[in-house]
């Protein structure tokens, strides 16, 4: 899916937001983008990070994922 599939009001609220600025800086100096969102390539009246970063060639990761692979481990104390 690509920006034209979308509906005029979702692109509108996307723009409006900070998603679009985080995705593109995160493009411009190769960082990934860490979002609790999921992607719904389907749906055209929200534009999801997730299918925004792919449409940018950015890597999207959520932050379980992150706290996995660098093995942090959280302690409760009694």
Request: charged share 20%.
């Amino acid at each position: 899916m690509n920006a034209s599939d979308y509906r005029s009001a979702a692109k509108n609220t996307f723009l409006s937001s900070a998603d679009h600025q985080l995705i593109a800086f995160a493009h411009a100096h190769n960082h990934i983008v860490v979002t609790h969102e999921l992607s719904e390539p389907q749906n055209r009246r929200k534009i999801k990070i997730p299918d925004a970063c792919a449409q940018m060639g950015v890597q999207c990761t959520n932050l379980f994922e992150v706290l996995r692979s660098e093995n942090v481990r959280l302690i409760l104390q009694p």
